[in-house]
């Protein structure tokens, strides 16, 4: 079964996260790096999680993926999957699957990236399948 339009709320931006979502308006897609751990970390923040350095940046990400976990919101009034996503980059994240069939979505499934709109603010990160 494949999913009607879902319009999601426009997320709040803050100045710790305002060039993610100035770069989401342009479509592309960026991740926090640590330049001291070399690791890539979302959700952006500024300090890296894994070794506590404020000297992160951001760098544009590949927006592929692979699913971790999935659910499928079938009692809702317009059906959705939530999933966490691992990216090529490494991080997982949670976000939402969309234009697929909800009956064929499988764990270790290749995905990638596509923006979606939002009442009134910048589009969000999603994933539908590779």
């Known amino acids: ?23 989401a308006q342009e479509g592309r897609f960026l991740l926090k790096w640590c330049t001291d751990c070399g690791k890539a ?10 070794c ?6 951001w760098r544009e990400a590949s927006g592929k993926g692979t699913i971790y976990s999935y659910s499928v919101m079938r009692r809702a009034p317009e059906m959705f999957a939530v999933a ?4 090529e980059e490494g991080p997982t ?7 697929c069939d909800f009956d064929r979505l ?3 499934q290749a995905v990638r990236l596509v923006f979606s709109p939002t009442d009134g ?4 990160p999603m994933f539908t399948p590779a």
């Open 106 to 108: 499988s764990i270790g």
């Open 41 to 50: 970390h979302w959700y952006p923040r500024a300090v890296c999680p894994f």
């Open 1 to 23: 079964m494949t999913q009607k339009e879902r319009i999601v709320p426009a997320p709040a931006a803050n100045p710790e996260t305002q060039a993610f979502w100035d770069a």
């Open 84 to 87: 966490y996503v691992t990216l």
């Open 121 to 124: 603010g910048p589009p969000v």
């Open 52 to 57: 506590f350095s404020g000297n992160t940046e």
């Open 93 to 99: 994240m949670l976000t939402n699957l969309r234009d």
